[in-house]
């Protein structure tokens, strides 16, 4: 029989970005918050500390802060008709592993949507007409606009300490920003990043094109800077140890740069590592979830913790197979195009160019993960 923990007003499940940020959120309710984190605990101190996490081998090759497939195996096929089989090796699909996520391990490239993606399929029918979208292409709406979300845009930016450049600020166009991005009620919180040889080369070229180049918006410090928590950044040192690894100079956007240390004073939050949630308890009315029961990794029982608030922060693929497992919402079906729990999920697509120069000094040495130059002009034509 599963051990049963004290109640709690809210259970967070997973401990990173969002876990995070939703832990602050209610704590400062005056909630008593506990969030279960399936990986182990993690710090810039001792875990990111230099000379330690400068080993390209160990985290840039063998994924150390990342999540391996024998911990969670996922299958995959193209069609229904294929076999499914299990990923062995993630590729780009880089899932975090312990206290903070992805959000140890990300480049800090920073995006907010377009005013137009967030009602894209409206945007398509009003330009291009719906004939133009092929039958059972699932393009749709997200159903909340950019204007309501813009305040928590907002907010993210401010808590992250995002550096950029603002290109539209309460509709006025700014020079040297991204004149297609939507209203901004703020300037980002730092300016951008210094930029580097091979940027200026490409602000060039796309200049002379007739484009509009701009610095990259990204997590990673320009200055000194405390966000509204009283967590504190310091200047990025272009040491070019961003994406897969954890940041050493307290210069990455990350949870435990920018939330845990002031989330963990609060005496209302507490957090659990190895907690492996195994499902969510639904009451009797099977709409109402009670708690969640978790695996004590270190105790090796299973607990039901009860909750009146279950929050799922985990990675997407994570939430959708815990409310699977747990009977939440309608399962898709691809064959019928029912149900919605599982449907339409998504992994960013890139593509690359490599090029070569001759007599042009490139240092490889010297960057940052956000650190570039982008254009727009061609995400809505």
């Known amino acids: 029989m599963a051990r049963t923990d004290p109640r709690k007003d809210v259970v967070i499940v997973g401990l990173g970005w969002t876990g995070s940020i939703m832990g602050m959120e209610m704590c400062e309710e005056g909630l008593e918050v506990l969030a279960l984190e399936r990986g182990p605990d993690r710090d810039t101190v001792p875990d990111f500390q230099y000379p330690k996490v400068a080993d390209e081998l160990r985290y840039g090759v063998r994924f ?112 040297g920003g991204n004149p297609f991005e939507g209203p901004r009620s703020n300037d980002f919180p730092m300016p951008p990043l210094p930029t580097t040889l091979s940027n200026r080369m490409f602000a060039e070229a796309a200049s002379s094109l007739g484009h509009r180049p701009f610095v990259q918006a990204g997590g990673n410090a320009s200055q000194a800077y405390v966000n509204p928590y009283g967590m504190q950044l310091g200047p990025c040192n272009f040491c070019g140890y961003c994406e897969r690894y954890g940041c050493l100079n307290y210069s990455k956007s990350s949870p435990q740069t920018c939330i845990l240390d002031a989330l963990k004073r609060k005496p209302n939050f507490q957090y659990r590592t190895n907690a492996e949630v195994l499902r969510v308890e639904l009451a009797s009315d099977g709409q109402t979830a009670t708690g969640v029961t978790w695996f004590d990794e270190e105790a090796q029982e299973e607990v039901f913790q009860p909750a009146d608030i279950v929050i799922l922060a985990a990675y997407q693929v994570h939430n959708v197979h815990l409310m699977l497992l747990s009977g939440i919402g309608q399962p898709y079906d691809p064959a019928t195009g029912e149900g919605v729990t599982g449907r339409n999920y998504s992994y960013q697509m890139m593509g690359s160019t490599s090029l070569h120069f001759e007599d042009v000094d490139f240092n490889p040495f010297v960057g940052a993960g956000a650190n570039g130059m982008a254009i727009d002009d061609f995400a809505i034509s």
Do not use: K
Not at 64 to 75: A, C, I, K, L, V
Not at 159 to 166: D, E, H, L, P, R
């Open 64 to 175: 150390e802060f990342m999540q391996r497939p024998r911990q969670s195996t996922m299958t995959i096929r193209h069609t229904t008709d294929d076999v499914a089989l299990p990923f062995r090796r993630w590729g780009s699909f880089l899932l975090g592993d312990g206290v903070g996520g992805a959000g140890i391990h990300w480049n800090g490239v920073h995006w907010r949507p377009l005013v137009e993606e967030l009602r894209l399929r409206s945007y398509v029918e009003e330009n291009f007409g719906a004939d133009i979208i092929p039958e059972g292409m699932q393009l749709q709406d997200w159903g909340v606009s950019y204007e309501e979300l813009e305040p928590y845009f907002d907010r993210f930016e401010q808590v992250a300490g995002i550096a950029g450049q603002a290109g539209n600020l309460n509709g006025e166009i700014i020079e």
